[in-house]
Structure formats: structure tokens, C-alpha cells
């Protein structure tokens, strides 16, 4: 399929202002792009975080807490399996405890139990004879789970991001800033976040109360690395409160002055934490926290953020290491039946053009990774996608990923109407979702997922284009250029800078098998350059949209390019 590289606008004058401030020229170019207007759009400090008053129910979360731990009364945190999941847990657990509350955790297995807070993980819950369920990064569609609860005379309290059904579960307080009514002015927090900020109303309420005040109270701030990876793993969009939250962890990591599962990671992963960008989180240390949920369970990734013990953390972060590696040749060898599979159905070249959606499934994929497959199937072609694996004997498990402007939760909840009881429970957000169909309703679906998408959606969405921050004189691509660019935290809905410029291909080969290791000249200039997962060979001049990073080579730090796509 063919790219368009088209590049975003930006004010010149905005971009000439930053440019005074000493930010360099292409970066002063790419920020004014994003919306950033004054020296002041680019203050993070924590002082400017929203406030937890004004998200709704957040007071009545933190009495309900409060007297709890007043009365001494056992809370149970039920967990989402994954890494935004088990950050939220695990700050939830290190923030009560710190408050004098008596907190355990119970964190489903995806392969059970599915997802969220059921009646079936409900009644396991029971047996730890809980006085409160607190739910993180889950709960809002439980309704029949909240409802088993009240009747075995558990209150709940929901801490969840994700959208609401029609119905709200009947817990004694929810907090979610995109419930009905919240007047909270960021609707984008990951469920950790939603988390930190329960506990900071906590606190506050505590102080009220008399039990601390504000020079023996318990400090939040400590959470913030927590906070920072949940975050950025989840892929929410990071409007200027979420970057608030990450720029806040990622100073704290960079200090060292972090959780010893957290350092562990790093070290696993072979990053450096004093130097830790958003993109050591979400494509590092992230999908290691991920692995365990994907194909255990997510007990193990939340013990590695809980051990305050460096070496039991260190053993921890090389399981979820291990989980990791298994986790990538599962996904390799799904990827490439996903691949055949879509190859043969579009023997003629076209047949996958004149749709606007995929539906894939093969009776031998693993649930615990069809979730990837969605997002890679749906990177190549540019089409929401969702990958089913079988769930039981009756059921298919199914993953999402959409494209921009293409609101997946919204046409699944379309699917629903048009075709009642086809989607037996489904759930997400814009860009991603999860569903369970019956085992016989596949094709049922595939053509109920692409009519709903046909009713709701312009055709214009699907014609591949790539959004690039223009082109980059030779002499700007540069140490200092990247030094800068990694000094900001950049994320989904703030994407990081991508240039485009028209190279010189000098050199090429594979490395092992499935990398392209380049050499690019640009105005007599060269540059090493890599294009992870591309094995096709490029012209001797090609239109390549890239990331310029710093990496070691022989002991030297030098610039190198990363590529990222191809403009046919």
C-alpha cells in the first residue's frame, strides 16, 4: 500500500519565538506543530497538576477509604493484568499502606477469568473475606460483578479510566473522569493515574481528620516513577497533565530515585536510567511488565514493583526478561501465519483494499498475544483491526487496534445494536478494545465489524498517509538536536518528532535476517541508519521518514537514523 508523507503546519513566527528561547531551530519548528505557543507550555512542574477535587466522586472515594482505615477494616485491590494494571496496583497498595491501611491485592488470570471485576473472580475474592474491593484500571462495565459483591455484603470502589456502558455498576463510589458529569479537565489519566490521584484526595482527607499533618504525612511523590510507566504503557494520550505525571517519574528515575523493580528493568533491559526517555517505558520496560500477563499472569510484574528488596527484584525483572523472549517468538511466528493468511485472501492484490476493516483468527494463536497481532496487522494495512484466539470451548477472545479517526469502541457498540447479542461483552477506547464472540460467529461478525465501520467512517480515513515534521537540513541532524529532543516527553496525541528527508542509499544488508542496516548520505553528509522489521531492499534514492538518536558505537556516542517507513 502506497504512503503519502505529508507534513504537519506550524506558525513560523511561534517557531522563530521558541527558537530565541535556545531551543534548537527543528525542534522549535516540531513543538510549535504540537500547540506549544511560550517557554510556559513547556513548564512541567507538579505544582500545575490538575487538582483531585474537581474529579467527581473523589471525595467520597477518600471517606470511604478513610473510614476504613480507621476502622481497620481489609481492602482488596483488584487488578487489570496489564502494565498500566499493575502500576495502578501497585501504587494503590504502597499508598494505603503508607496510610495505615490493611491491603492485599487479587489480580485475575486473563485465561480464567477475562476481564474485569466478574462474579466469578468476584466469589474468589470472597474467600479473603474483604470488607472493600478498590478496582484499578477496571470495574466501570462490571455491573453483574459489583452486583454479586453488594450481595455477599462487600462494597466496592471503582477506580477505572475506560468509557462507560449505559449502565454504571452500583458500587458506593466510582472515580473515572470519563464517567458521566466529571468535571475533571483531563478525561485522558491511565488507570494509575486515576489511582494517584484517589490518593492524594486520600491524604487530604486524612489530614482532615487529624491523623498526620503536612510535615509527618506520608509523600505521594515517591509514586511517581509508577505513575510515569503506567502511563506511558497504556498509550493514553499525553495532554499536559499526563506529561506532568511522566516528566515528574522520569526525573526521579534519573536522579535514582526509584523503585528497586523499576531499576531492575533497566537493568534487564539494558538502559540507562539516568538518561531515561518516555521511550525506555513504553517499549522497554513496558512490554517486559506486559509479558507476564500475556502469557502467566500478572502476579509476578506486580511483585517486581512491590519488593523494596534489590535482589529480589532483580530476580523478578529476569522472569518477566524470560516472559519477554517467549513472549516475542510466540508473537513472531503469529505475525507471520497473520501474514499468510491476509496474503491468500488478497491473491488478487485488491481484495483487502475495498474494505475498512480486518477480522483474523487462527484455531492455534495464543489469547494472551493477539492483541500485538491486531496492532501489527493493522500498522501494515492501515485498517482498524481485531485478531481473535480461542477463549474455551465455546468462546473467541478477540483484541482490537484502530487507526486515528476511527473510534473502535464506538462501532462495536454500533455492532451491538445492529446485531444484538453477536458481541457477548466487549470494552476499550478509541484506539483499542477487547471483545468475546462465540465460537460460530466469526464470519457473523467480520461482516457486522465492517458494516458498522462503513455506516460510521469517511473513506478519506483509510487512504495511508504519514504525518512527518518536514525535512531536516543536513547540518541540523546533530547531538544537540537529539539531546533536546529527548529532554521532552513525548507520547500518543504529542508525538515524537519524525523528519522526512530524500537519502542517498550507500550501503545496505540485513542483520539477523529481519533488521536493514543502512548507510544514508544527505548533502555530503553519511549516516548509519536502521530499519527495524524491514527485510526489502531499498533504491539508490529513497523518500525515508526517520528519528535521529543517539547511540554507542566502539566506545563514541554518534547520531544514527532510524527508520521508519518509505514514501512509494
Not at 553519511?526 to 529513497?542: E, G, K
Request: proline fraction near 4%.
Amino acid at each position: 500500500m502506497s504512503i503519502r508523507f505529508h507534513a504537519r503546519e506550524f506558525d513560523p513566527g511561534v517557531a522563530h519565538r521558541l527558537h530565541l528561547l535556545g531551543i534548537p531551530a527543528p525542534l522549535a519548528r516540531v513543538l510549535a506543530a504540537r500547540g506549544i505557543v511560550s517557554e510556559a507550555d513547556l513548564s512541567l512542574s507538579t505544582r500545575q497538576m490538575l487538582v483531585p477535587q474537581s474529579m467527581s466522586q473523589s471525595a467520597q472515594a477518600a471517606r470511604l477509604l478513610a473510614d476504613a482505615i480507621d476502622h481497620q477494616r481489609r481492602l482488596l485491590v483488584v487488578a487489570d493484568y496489564d502494565c498500566d494494571g499493575a502500576t495502578a496496583c501497585a501504587v494503590a497498595i504502597r499508598g494505603l499502606r503508607a496510610m495505615g491501611a490493611q491491603v492485599d491485592y487479587l489480580v485475575p488470570n486473563r485465561f480464567e477469568f477475562g476481564y474485569g471485576l466478574t462474579p466469578e473472580l468476584v466469589e474468589l475474592a470472597a474467600r479473603r473475606q474483604p470488607d472493600l474491593l478498590i478496582t484499578v484500571d477496571n470495574g466501570i462495565a462490571s455491573v453483574e460483578g459489583v452486583d454479586r459483591a453488594n450481595e455477599l455484603g462487600i462494597d466496592v470502589l471503582i477506580t477505572d479510566h475506560h468509557l462507560p456502558a449505559g449502565r454504571l455498576p452500583a458500587a458506593r463510589a466510582i472515580v473515572n473522569p470519563n464517567q458521566p458529569e466529571c468535571g475533571f479537565a483531563s478525561k485522558n489519566l491511565a488507570g494509575v493515574g486515576v489511582m494517584f490521584y484517589v490518593l492524594l484526595q486520600l491524604r487530604a482527607e486524612l489530614r482532615l481528620r487529624g491523623r498526620f499533618d503536612e510535615n509527618s504525612q506520608p509523600r505521594l511523590d515517591v509514586l511517581l516513577d509508577l505513575v510515569a510507566l503506567g502511563t506511558v504503557a497504556d498509550l493514553v494520550q499525553l495532554d499536559r497533565n499526563n506529561r506532568i505525571l511522566v516528566q515528574a517519574g522520569l526525573e526521579r528515575i534519573r536522579r535514582g530515585m526509584t523503585h528497586a523493580g523499576i531499576a531492575a528493568l533497566f537493568r534487564v533491559a539494558g538502559r540507562d536510567p539516568r538518561t531515561a526517555c518516555a521511550a525506555d517505558l513504553g517499549f522497554a520496560l513496558g512490554p517486559r511488565i506486559n509479558a507476564a500477563g500475556r502469557l502467566t499472569d500478572m502476579t509476578q510484574g506486580i511483585e517486581c514493583l512491590l519488593t523494596d528488596d534489590a535482589d529480589r527484584a532483580l530476580e523478578l525483572a529476569q522472569r518477566l526478561e524470560s516472559l519477554n523472549r517467549e513472549r516475542r517468538q510466540i508473537e513472531a511466528d503469529m505475525q507471520l501465519s497473520a501474514e499468510m493468511d491476509l496474503d491468500a485472501a488478497n491473491v488478487d492484490g485488491n481484495a483487502l483494499a475495498q474494505r475498512r476493516t480486518i477480522t483474523i483468527y487462527r484455531e492455534d494463536w495464543h489469547p494472551g498475544v493477539v492483541g500485538l497481532i491486531a496492532s501489527r496487522i493493522k500498522e501494515r494495512h492501515h485498517r482498524p483491526t481485531i485478531a481473535f484466539a480461542r477463549a474455551d470451548a465455546n468462546w473467541l477472545r478477540g483484541s482490537g487496534r484502530s487507526i486515528e479517526g476511527v473510534h473502535l469502541r464506538d462501532i462495536l457498540d454500533r455492532v451491538t445494536k445492529t446485531a444484538p447479542g453477536l458481541v457477548a461483552r466487549f470494552g476499550g477506547h478509541a484506539m483499542a478494545a477487547g471483545l468475546t464472540i462465540g465460537q460460530d460467529a466469526l464470519d457473523d461478525f467480520s461482516h457486522a465489524f465492517e458494516q458498522a465501520a462503513r455506516e460510521t467512517t469517511d473513506p478519506a480515513l483509510f487512504a495511508r498517509t504519514l504525518a512527518t515534521d518536514g525535512a531536516l537540513a543536513g547540518g541540523e541532524i546533530t547531538h544537540s538536536l537529539v539531546e533536546a529532543i529527548n529532554g521532552i516527553v513525548w507520547g500518543q496525541g504529542f508525538a515524537e518528532p519524525l523528519f522526512a528527508n530524500e537519502f542517498d542509499v550507500l550501503e545496505q544488508r540485513l542483520v539477523k535476517g529481519r533488521h536493514l542496516q543502512l548507510t544514508l548520505a544527505l548533502e555530503g553528509r553519511r549516516w548509519p541508519a536502521i530499519w527495524f522489521r524491514h527485510v526489502q531492499t531499498l533504491p539508490d534514492r529513497a523518500r525515508l521518514a526517520y528519528r535521529p538518536v543517539i547511540d554507542e558505537f566502539r566506545g563514541q556516542r554518534r547520531v544514527s537514523l532510524r527508520i521508519e517507513q518509505i514514501s512509494l
